[in-house]
């Protein structure tokens, strides 16, 4: 199983990123899939989710109408849009996985987990 995340960069407060996450080793169609992100010194928090079909989503309050999940089944990615970025996005962002029975998202603990890619927001 490998989660391979990238995108992550230094930008300016307002800017854009997307991240990409390249999923392989198991069955991704069938997966939940998320976005978390982490300050030092904090928990790793979820902030965006999506389901099988990516008909159902989840976004963390502080994010909603800025970033964007989706996934690509096919290409076995998932993706985080991210716009009118601040400061207070800065951390690391992780993508991960979790198995489903259902076409739904998860906001609880996920099964598998990639490295992480930096994003930091300048002033």
């Known amino acids: 199983v490998q989660l391979q995340a990238s995108g992550g960069g230094l930008v300016q407060a307002g800017g854009s990123l997307r991240l990409s996450c390249a999923a392989s080793g198991f069955a991704f169609s069938r997966y939940i899939m998320g976005w978390f992100r982490q300050v030092p010194g904090k928990e790793r928090e979820l902030i965006a989710a999506i389901s099988w079909s990516g008909g159902s989503t989840y976004y963390e309050d502080s994010v909603k109408g800025r970033f964007a999940i989706s996934r690509d089944n096919a290409e076995t990615t998932v993706y985080l849009q991210m716009n009118s970025l601040t400061p207070e996005d800065t951390a690391i962002y992780f993508c991960?996985?979790?198995?489903?029975?259902?076409?739904?998202?998860?906001?609880?603990?996920?099964?598998?987990w990639g490295q992480g890619t930096l994003v930091t927001v300048s002033s």
């Open positions: 991960a996985a979790k198995y489903s029975r259902m076409d739904v998202y998860y906001r609880g603990w996920y099964d598998f």
